[in-house]
């Protein structure tokens, strides 16, 4: 039996009505079981992977990218990923989930105008419930006198999103979390891997990118400051590190 490593996540979703076998190999363990309807199983990024299929199947692969799954799951849902993400739930029966994954397919397939707009709408929606029902987050597995937790982080995002076009200092999003100014950095560095600074100047290219491609008529000056940007050039340069081309070269790409 071939058995693949994959980068991305894998979700298998079951929408055949009737159950039927599956034998799959995980990491040298193998499972022979009846896959019943609304089932979904999951083989996470860096497993090693086989399938046979006994009988015809009928079955959506979701395939995920890990870091974009944390990225949604920070920014969108305001909850912090464990680095396992989806490793401690192989298995589960979730038909409200096949549901929402057969609707996703039914709208990459459709060629209406509004056919993208549909599909990324409901795909927000699965990434949603997925996170919200499934993923391992940070704050259920860690201490919270001595983590980062998605609560302080969503107060945190919250403060973000609210002034990230304005002069926010790390004292700032501290007493957003109700901790002194060294110990949240200290925190928010060990629960995201990257400092609070950091955090906020890629946050703001990311609003600043979005405002390149959105109004291409406004002037870059202008863009660095709605962004929060001191000027131009800081803009210029923060934003090259991060987006790996220059805000100018970026647009002309997109636009």
């Not at 090693?48 to 395939?63: A, D, E, M, N």
């Not at 940007?229 to 081309?245: E, I, L, P, V, Y």
């Amino acid at each position: 039996m071939p058995e693949e490593v994959f980068s991305q996540h894998h979700l298998l979703l079951n929408l055949r009505d009737q159950p039927h076998r599956v034998e799959n190999w995980r990491d040298g363990v193998h499972r022979d079981f009846l896959f019943a309807p609304g089932e979904i199983v999951v083989t996470p990024a860096g497993v090693r992977s086989g399938w046979r299929w006994h009988s015809r199947s009928r079955v959506i692969v979701v395939t995920l990218e890990p870091d974009r799954l944390r990225r949604f799951a920070e920014h969108e849902v305001g909850v912090l990923l464990t680095e396992t993400q989806l490793q401690n739930r192989p298995q589960f029966s979730d038909p409200d989930l096949c549901e929402a994954g057969a609707l996703l397919r039914d709208a990459l397939e459709g060629d209406d105008p509004g056919s993208s707009v549909v599909y990324e709408s409901l795909a927000r929606i699965f990434l949603v419930k997925l996170i919200r029902r499934y993923s391992d987050r940070l704050d259920e597995v860690t201490e919270h006198a001595s983590r980062f937790a998605s609560k302080e982080y969503r107060r945190v995002l919250a403060f973000i999103e609210r002034n990230y076009g304005s002069d926010i200092g790390v004292e700032d999003l501290a007493r957003e979390a109700g901790l002194s100014s060294s110990h949240f950095s200290r925190l928010f560095k060990r629960s995201l891997g990257q400092s609070p600074h950091q955090f906020l100047m890629k946050y703001r290219v990311e609003r600043a990118a979005e405002m390149l491609v959105r109004r291409p008529d406004r002037p870059l000056a202008q863009v660095a400051l709605d962004a929060g940007f001191s000027d131009q050039a800081h803009f210029s340069r923060t934003f090259k590190r991060f987006a790996g081309a220059t805000p100018t070269r970026y647009r002309a790409a997109r636009t």
